[in-house]
């Protein structure tokens, strides 16, 4: 049976989504799933995250909602790479580049949102005064452009087009793999991403700010590639291991930011 979830995007054109942010809701995952049927579940929830938020944002302007956005795009965009792997299915490839590709279009109005609404909003500490109000009126100009940008985007034919192929690859039955078992596939993909992290991580010990930002990009991928399997092990276990990569994410993002501040 067709997901219903995977039409949600035809909101996006009739303007009827919600009038405010949507957050990842808990994946439609199950033990008893075959990996494929996982897979376009997983299609489904991101694709529904995605198209809710750009429906928010074609009402007005909202901060939560375009962070939203971007967080629906990451999520799909390692489920595509993840996934792709695991089925050897090369073309999915293509997918994540679009995804990518449309991701980095909104990119820039989510830094400024954040510089302006984060950075610049609290008061200047002393001696570093000077200039502060051209900085906000050039940072809050940009900011402006940044989201007329974020408007083409979600009105644009690439978007559109996009949301079809996630919604048809979403409700097809195309075969994707042999492997029947979803516990197993899923040990698999957790595998990997772990394995990726420890090579960022021992790369990260030069504390260069590439490495360091490589190494959050990884575990960002394995906390969202979790979140995405939670549902097949204890919800406890599934929250103490959430917790602990939420506080990683956190010290190595605070760690790739801090050579920026030296040289501000």
Known sequence: MDDPRASVHSLVRRNLGPIKPVK?????????MHPEDAFRAT???????????????????????LHQLRVAFRRLEVALGAFGREFGQDWLE???????????????????????????SEPPKSGVSDGLPQLRSRAEGARDTAWDAVAICI?????????DDV?????????????????RTARRMLDRQVARVRKRGKVAVSQEEGDLHRLR?????????????????????????????????????????????EVW
Not at 24 to 32: C, D, E, F, G
Not at 98 to 120: E, M, S, T
Not at 242 to 247: I, V
């Open 167 to 183: 919604a048809a690859l979403a409700s097809s039955q195309l075969p994707l793999t042999r492997d029947r078992r979803l516990p």
């Open 217 to 261: 990009i990884a575990l960002k991928k394995l906390r969202y590639t979790a979140e995405c399997f939670a549902p097949l092990y204890p919800k406890r276990d599934v929250a103490r291991y959430l917790k602990k990569l939420r506080g990683l994410q956190i010290i190595w993002a605070i760690s790739t930011m801090l050579p920026m501040c």
């Open 43 to 65: 299609l489904s929830d991101c694709l529904a995250q995605i198209t809710a938020n750009a429906a928010t944002l074609r009402a007005g302007r909202s901060v939560e909602g």
């Open 155 to 163: 009105s644009s034919p690439d978007f559109e087009l996009f949301a």
């Open 94 to 120: 293509e997918l994540r580049s679009r995804a990518k590709i449309l991701a980095g279009r909104l990119a820039p109005a989510r830094d400024l949102d954040v510089f302006v609404g984060k950075l610049l």
């Open 24 to 32: 990842a809701a808990p994946l439609h995952v199950a033990r008893s």
